[in-house]
Structures are given as structure tokens and as C-alpha cells.
């Protein structure tokens, strides 16, 4: 599929179709930000405004959270589409962000957003490449090393429905969203269809109707064939982050393996990926821990009332409830692990899990 039609369709139907004025709380983008996913990943802390970020197909709202979430740091959009990338800038230009710089292109193109980052996030792009291994190797080339790349694609029994309407709309020739919205309209109640439309949140726009079924090149995976391509790169799976997923890598492998075997897997795949990270740092009495900067004002006394934060790693986070907020205070700056009891380092395991605390080695860079 030339890269032409996904750029024209874009073009047409710029997407994600959120109102100008929607705005993200920035505790919500904490899965987002560098400096708690590279110590994640690294065990090092990197200094706020030190990183490069791409936004890899970043459509017209991605890089607005992204932006929020490391508002110190370098960003780039990249997109093929102009007219997502117009919405794009003017989305952060609504809502004041200035640290946003806006290319357009093709991804597979070595020339634009060369690299190095450490951060790309390229989530639900792979599987509209006519080559998606091509243009995963593209990504890898752009991060440095211990670089962290987050994907989404589309699960293969997650998205059937969606495939299954959108080959009949190719069949019967529906190439526009007004004969599209004409035609779904005459879906029966209760019918397969309408259910299917009454649970989506993307088909309430027609950016959404448009690329749930008329989008011109789409792939499916199961998690073999996922992993399949990630080994034809020089990547490594570091965590999952779709609902239900197990923390460690292998057995979520292993979890989604059998829901594929039964044809019942219910997620798209959502995955940070590394290249030749240096893996986490255990909170030992060697090592100091830091709370995400999203969370600072999250956790501050001005909040009177429980903070819950959007869970975007696979699982509930833990309420941020007056004790847990006063903990988490305490790490504003960093803390070393032997200052704390044996309780309260089970405590701190917690928010370490959940990426609301990071850890790494004393006297690795500066902190947060």
C-alpha cells in the first residue's frame, strides 16, 4: 500500500478528532514522561530537559500529552498529513505549549527527525505501514542507547468486528464517510453492527467512522507474530501496558499466547520496547528513589480530596488518598532507600510498580 493513500487519508480525515479545548491532567500523562522511563529502564536519572522525544505519527492530539507530560524537554511530531499536524499545532497552541517542533513526513525517511532520542512514541502507526518491520527498524535506528520506544498495535481478535466491517465496506465499494454514516444507520437494533457501534468511542466521529472502516491499509497480530517482528529488530520487550497485562514480559507473552490460542484475546498490544537498556534499579540501600514529576502537584497538601490517576500501564493504579499522598511528598527530592523502615520500602515497591516512584544508583546524574 503506497504510503500516498494513508498520507490522503489522513489528509481527509485528521485523526484523533478531540474538541480544540480538550485538556489532559498532566498526573494522567505520568506513563508519558522521560525522566521516570528512563530510570524505569535504566536505573539513571536524566536531568529535566536533556531528552529528545519523537512522536513518531503523531496525528492531530498525540504529541499535545506528550508535550504536557515533559514540558522541559525536546519534542518532535512527526506525520505524514498536514492537516493533522495544522490540528496538532494548534491544539498546543491553545493550550500553551511551547516545546512542540512539528515535521512532516514519512517516518521511513532516514533524512527527517534523524535521531538520536531517547523517547519515541509511536502508538497505533506500525500497523498502517505497508511494511511495519521496515518501519520498526526505522524507529530503532533513531534512539540512542538505552532509547525506550512505545507501540501499539492492532491485536488480531481484538480488532475482528472492526476488520470484518471494514472488508464489507471495501466489498460494496463505501469509500466516503456521508455513504458510510448512510449506510451504518440502517443497522438493525441489537444486530452485531450496532452493537459493535454503540461500544466505540471512535465511531461517535467521523474521523473515527473513517479509520475503523475505511482506512486503506491495516494489519492484525497475534503476539507471535508481534514478537516475530520485534526480533527482526535489535529491540527488546521491557514491559506490556494493555489492560490485564502482567508485569513481567515473558508471562504476559505467555498469557496473551493462550487467549490468541482460544481467539479470545480482548486488547490491542501495547508495548515499551529497549534498545540495549540497562535494566531497573532495585530499591537496595544503594539507591535513591524520586517521585515522577507529573505527580508533584498531584500530591501536594492543596489537594483536599482523593487523586485518581488514569491507569495507562495495564492495571488500577493505587488512590492517592491523604496517606499515600504524604508518602509520596517525601520523594519530591531525592531519598535514599536506607533512610526508609522495611514497611515503608514495601510501601514504596507499590508506587515503583505503578511508575509514580523511580529508582536509581546514588550518584547516577542528577536528579528528576
Request: charged content about 25%; proline content about 7%; overall charge positive.
Amino acid at each position: 500500500m503506497p504510503s500516498h493513500e494513508v498520507r490522503d487519508h489522513y489528509e481527509r480525515h485528521p485523526y484523533p478528532h478531540y474538541p480544540l479545548l480538550s485538556s489532559v491532567r498532566r498526573h494522567d500523562t505520568y506513563a508519558l514522561n522521560l525522566q521516570a522511563l528512563w530510570a524505569r529502564f535504566n536505573g539513571e536519572f536524566l536531568s529535566p530537559g536533556e531528552g529528545r522525544i519523537l512522536v513518531a505519527g503523531s496525528g492531530s492530539f498525540a504529541v499535545y500529552p506528550m508535550s504536557v507530560a515533559n514540558p522541559r524537554d525536546e519534542v518532535t511530531a512527526l506525520d505524514l498529513a498536514g492537516a493533522s499536524l495544522r490540528r496538532a499545532r494548534l491544539h498546543c497552541l491553545l493550550h500553551g505549549r511551547g516545546n512542540v517542533l512539528f515535521l512532516k513526513g514519512d517516518l521511513l525517511d532516514p533524512t527527517i527527525a534523524p535521531g538520536q532520542f531517547h523517547f519515541i512514541d509511536s502508538f497505533g502507526v506500525l500497523h498502517h505501514l505497508d511494511d511495519p518491520i521496515t518501519g520498526l527498524r526505522a524507529l530503532e535506528r533513531r534512539l540512542l542507547p538505552g532509547g525506550i520506544l512505545r507501540v501499539m498495535v492492532y491485536g488480531r481478535y481484538a480488532r475482528q468486528e472492526a476488520e470484518s466491517i471494514r472488508r464489507g465496506m471495501k466489498l460494496l465499494g463505501i469509500s466516503n464517510v456521508a455513504d458510510l454514516k448512510h449506510l451504518l444507520a440502517r443497522a438493525k437494533p441489537e444486530s452485531r453492527i450496532r452493537n459493535y457501534l454503540d461500544s466505540s468511542w471512535e465511531a461517535r466521529s467521523d474521523a473515527g467512522l473513517a479509520d475503523l472502516f475505511l482506512h486503506p491499509c491495516v494489519h492484525t497480530y497475534r503476539i507471535d507474530e508481534f514478537i516475530a517482528m520485534v526480533r527482526q529488530s535489535r529491540l527488546q520487550p521491557l514491559l506490556f501496558a494493555h489492560a490485564g497485562a502482567l508485569g513481567d514480559p515473558s508471562a504476559e507473552i505467555e498469557r496473551l499466547r493462550e487467549l490468541d490460542r482460544r481467539q479470545a484475546t480482548p486488547v490491542n498490544i501495547i508495548c515499551y520496547l529497549g534498545l540495549d537498556t540497562r535494566g531497573a534499579s532495585p530499591p537496595d540501600d544503594s539507591a535513591l528513589l524520586q517521585l515522577n514529576p507529573c505527580l508533584h502537584a498531584a500530591v501536594s497538601p492543596l489537594h483536599l480530596w482523593p487523586v485518581e490517576v488514569m491507569a495507562r500501564l495495564g492495571f488500577e493504579n493505587p488512590l492517592l488518598d491523604t496517606p499515600a499522598r504524604c508518602f509520596l511528598r517525601r520523594f519530591r527530592t531525592p531519598l535514599p532507600a536506607a533512610a526508609l523502615s522495611r514497611e515503608e520500602i514495601v510501601t514504596a515497591q507499590r508506587f515503583l510498580d505503578a511508575l509514580f516512584l523511580v529508582s536509581c544508583k546514588t550518584g547516577s546524574r542528577k536528579g528528576l
